[in-house]
């Protein structure tokens, strides 16, 4: 009986299902890929084939580590998932909380709760007070980061959601920062100058990006609404290099071609226009 507890154990703590193959199965090499809060890479399915791809630009001899669970979910959860799988995380994020002063976890903890049971009632209705509630929860939220804390990821969602309410109330600029700002609580570096801009139509540019970038799977959406709402204001660089950016980790989490984006984004409604180039991200 024992053995067959531990047999199901190991079958349970290493079976990987793809949700967008819907494939489920025992891949024995990719089982033996430790875990990291930030991982440095990402896994997808065709068929029956598993493949595995890095998140960022790695160098030698550096461990392949992908993320057991989302980063984005809140610490407590992380670290209740890892200890289903028999171990407690001691990665840099997780380092990272440990610490922070009781306080500041304490009441982040309850204006994620009250994001959660106050503040996204207000969005689905899309109230007037919607919009002045998410900003104060946000304005709050982040008070409780300790200054050696770049990584205010509980503030993720309420960004996505105070964006998609300016997109509503037609305050396009606004949304846009949003996402930007979005973008930069997650930890990435890179940052986009908001400058009206037009770029050659018939020229394929190289954008560079920070050689340290980690392209996380979130990011797939979260650079097409940067790249259309930067297209629509303008601001033509920035639209071309978050494209391009929203393609590669399409690329490097789905396996997707340039094909399979444009057609994906095109039935969301993103101009063709914009969807026609074919720029590249070099890491610097």
């Not at 079958?11 to 089982?31: A, C, H, I, M, Q």
């Not at 982040?142 to 770049?150: A, Q, V, W």
Request: with cysteine; proline share 2%.
């Amino acid at each position: 009986m024992n053995n067959y507890l531990k047999k199901s154990r190991v079958l349970l703590n290493n079976t990987f299902k793809d949700e967008r193959s819907k494939v489920t199965g025992l891949w024995p090499l990719p089982s033996l890929i430790n875990h990291h809060c930030i991982g440095n890479a990402a896994r997808f399915c065709i068929d029956d084939t598993m493949f595995i791809t890095t998140s960022k630009n790695l160098k030698a001899n550096d461990e392949i580590l992908i993320g057991y669970t989302s980063k984005f979910i809140p610490y407590r959860e992380r670290i209740d998932c890892c200890s289903s799988f028999g171990f407690r995380c001691n990665c840099s994020l997780c380092q990272l909380y440990q610490s922070e002063t009781m306080e500041n976890i304490i009441g982040r903890m309850k204006l994620t709760n009250y994001f959660k049971t106050e503040v996204v009632p207000e969005i689905r209705m899309q109230s007037d007070f919607a919009i002045r509630l998410l900003e104060m929860n946000i304005y709050e939220t982040k008070r409780t980061y300790e200054p050696n804390n770049p990584l205010h990821l509980e503030l993720f969602t309420p960004f996505t959601g105070l964006a998609i309410l300016y997109q509503k109330a037609e305050k396009d600029f606004e949304a846009l920062k949003t996402y930007i700002e979005c973008l930069n609580c997650t930890g990435f570096k890179t940052k986009f100058e908001l400058k009206k801009t037009k770029l050659c139509k018939k020229n394929v540019f190289d954008f560079v990006i920070h050689d340290d970038e980690t392209l996380e799977h979130e990011y797939i959406d979260l650079f097409m609404h940067i790249s259309h709402l930067a297209f629509k204001l303008g601001y033509d660089s920035v639209a071309r290099q978050c494209l391009a950016l929203s393609r590669l980790t399409a690329k490097i989490h789905s396996g997707s071609t340039i094909d399979d984006h444009t057609n994906e984004f095109k039935s969301k409604g993103v101009s063709t226009n914009l969807l026609k180039y074919k720029d590249k991200i070099k890491f610097k």
